[in-house]
């Protein structure tokens, strides 16, 4: 039963690609540290120290006027039981001295580190890189994450992708049968799902029905330590289904229910969402890449079915990669069916575009592996569209940056001015936090004013100089914020969730 633990094999490498790999290689990696620093600018320009709107709910925990108890994370936030994300949160931030922007740089570094691991699993698989896989850092680093990187309190949807991102590294790193120490692994990224966010507990069960059969494989097996994998890839599933079940009963509300939508709408919704998947649909882009994505999609079940015909030995990974796709159509069923309604009034959703990012991946990584002589096409056609989208997403991503730098700069200058936390809210509602939450907006700015000073604000109430240029800062920047300049992107993403 040795089999088990062998690896993919890699592509023979032809000698004209030998020839050029050094190039291409410096050129694949060069374009993943200029994303990377594109990314990072982007959050060091307009990120702030301060906590913006969701992330105000955490300050009673992170100034230790609550305390960090487990009915706290397990506690359901917006339809989402997130302990994991809410403890990395809290434990990052109070780290950072109550400095928001680690977490912010934080998540870049999951992306950055995620978009590394795939490049790595291509050139294993070919042997050698090829120019379209600057799709990969293009499309996990780009600027369609820019909610995510610049609200902290999205770390449940950035934890949710990059473990799923991780799972497939794992199965495109495995070969037609999975070792017995991979198979554990995926069981643990299995297991931490739902202790992620709701889009974690979509994943869980087409994942299940895998890798189950994997475990059972292996604790069939001859060879002792093998066995114990597997039966420690079994108890790893039974906890991620146990924690799902206290889950969803978690986020369960007597009396309540979703609401019965008609399919054709829920249809629509999951064409929408899927038009999500390279970023913002700025026209003329818009429906043409939804087109694009379906036609992908359709290509890639007709290779899937190719690859099964022709290539019996690889049946176990190819229903692999099928079940992680179900598993990701759950997800996008599962946003379609929840936010119908919302679907409706909302055009792009920049968190969206976050949770479908492991199914782009999917979509490239499988075809290097299975397209055989479509391959290069399949994966062109892929970089091709994230390179059309690039400018949209990134003018998108500035202009609701800029407005949100707006906001904060503005709420900082009234810290700065020595205001009390009532005046501080109420002149803060409706740009850094919601409107119909002041007195829960002064509560928090009490919290932080009494346990935290220092972090408060960046001149101390005493100073006169300090308190002038404040205002002189504070009347500069008011307008534009007054007349609706906050956050333009809130009323299509962040209200999304509450």
């Keep these: ?259 019965p939508h008609e399919p054709a709408k829920v249809l629509a919704c999951a064409r929408q969402v899927l038009n999500m998947l390279f970023g913002a649909p700025v026209p003329p882009f818009a429906t043409r890449t939804a087109a694009v994505v379906l036609l992908l999609l359709a290509a890639s079940g007709t290779a899937w079915l190719a690859a099964w015909w022709r290539q019996p030995g690889e049946r176990l990974a190819l229903l692999g990669f099928l079940a992680f796709s179900l598993g990701m159509g759950c997800l996008v069923g599962g946003i379609a069916l929840g936010r119908v309604d919302y679907l409706a009034t909302a055009v792009y959703i920049p968190r969206y575009a976050t949770l479908q990012l492991p199914l782009g991946c999917c979509l490239y990584v499988f075809w290097g592996r299975y397209g055989g002589r479509c391959a290069p096409a399949a994966q062109m056609a892929l970089l091709l569209v994230a390179a059309v989208t690039f400018a949209p997403n990134l003018r998108d991503a500035w202009e609701s940056g800029d407005s949100r730098r707006q906001a904060l700069r503005t709420f900082e200058a009234d810290l700065n001015s020595g205001l009390s936390p009532a005046q501080l809210a109420e002149r803060g509602a409706g740009h850094v936090y919601w409107a119909e939450g002041k007195d829960d907006f002064a509560r928090y700015l009490l919290m932080w004013h009494e346990r935290h000073p220092a972090a408060y604000g960046l001149s101390h109430p005493s100073d006169a100089s300090g308190r002038a240029r404040a205002t002189r800062t504070t009347a500069a920047t008011r307008g534009p914020v007054a007349g609706g300049g906050a956050d333009r992107a809130l009323r299509t993403s962040v209200q999304s969730d509450r």
């Design 1 to 259: 039963m040795s089999a088990v633990a062998c690896e993919a094999p890699s592509r023979p490498v032809s000698p004209g690609a030998a020839g050029l790999q050094p190039g291409v290689a410096t050129f694949v990696w060069g374009a993943w540290a200029v994303m990377l620093v594109l990314t990072l600018v982007y959050v060091g320009k307009f990120g702030s120290r301060l906590p913006y709107y969701d992330d105000w709910d955490v300050v009673p925990v992170l100034t230790g006027a609550e305390p960090l108890t487990l009915a706290y994370l397990w506690e359901p936030y917006h339809s989402h039981c997130m302990p994991l994300p809410k403890l990395a949160l809290v434990s990052l931030t109070r780290l950072s001295s109550l400095d928001f922007r680690v977490a912010k740089f934080f998540h870049v570094a999951l992306f950055g580190a995620l978009a590394a691991a795939l490049l790595l699993t291509v050139r294993r698989q070919r042997g050698h890189h090829e120019f379209a896989d600057v799709f990969l850092p293009l499309f996990v680093l780009g600027l369609a994450q820019w909610e995510c990187y610049l609200l902290p309190s999205c770390i449940n949807l950035i934890f949710t992708s990059v473990i799923a991102g991780t799972y497939l590294v794992l199965l495109a790193n495995g070969g037609p049968r999975v070792s017995g120490r991979r198979a554990v692994v995926m069981a643990g990224c299995l297991a931490l799902l739902p202790l992620c966010s709701a889009a974690g507990l979509a994943l869980v069960p087409a994942l299940t029905l895998w890798l189950a059969p994997v475990g059972i494989f292996h604790c069939r097996a001859a060879d002792a330590p093998v066995r114990r994998q597997g039966w420690l890839v079994l108890a790893l599933i039974a906890v991620a289904l146990v924690l799902s079940g206290l889950s969803v009963l978690s986020l369960r509300q007597p009396g309540q229910g979703p609401a």
